[in-house]
């Protein structure tokens, strides 16, 4: 019996409906730098000792906003519309980013 094969999206999205609005929320994981300070809260200390460096961060949410310069991600969406926890991550801070 040769059976057909469902063609599978391997892209998880999220599509969010609320009051006849049909909207798709990409998944994505995101690999980008945070800015980090170049002490422990030390207060002073001599000019010399300051170096420039960021931490990378990793990061996976659902994409709700974006603009040119930056996009946010949420961990948590509900079913009336709510998002939780988002974060905005500026596009010039962006190692890679994919879709899940």
Not at 19 to 46: C, F
Not at 47 to 76: F, Q, R
Request: with cysteine; aromatic share 6%; charged share 30%.
């Amino acid at each position: 019996m040769n059976k057909k094969k469902k063609k599978v999206n391997k892209k998880s999205a999220l599509i969010f409906v609320q009051k006849g609005d049909k909207k798709r929320l990409k998944l994505l994981d995101v690999v980008w730098k945070d800015h980090a300070v170049s002490g422990k809260g030390d207060g002073w200390r001599d000019m010399n000792s300051v170096k420039v460096k960021y931490v990378p961060c990793y990061t996976v949410g659902y994409l709700v906003d974006e603009n040119s310069e930056a996009i946010a991600l949420a961990n948590t969406v509900s079913s009336d519309g709510g998002v939780g926890e988002v974060i905005t991550i500026l596009k010039s801070c962006i190692i890679k980013q994919k879709e899940l």
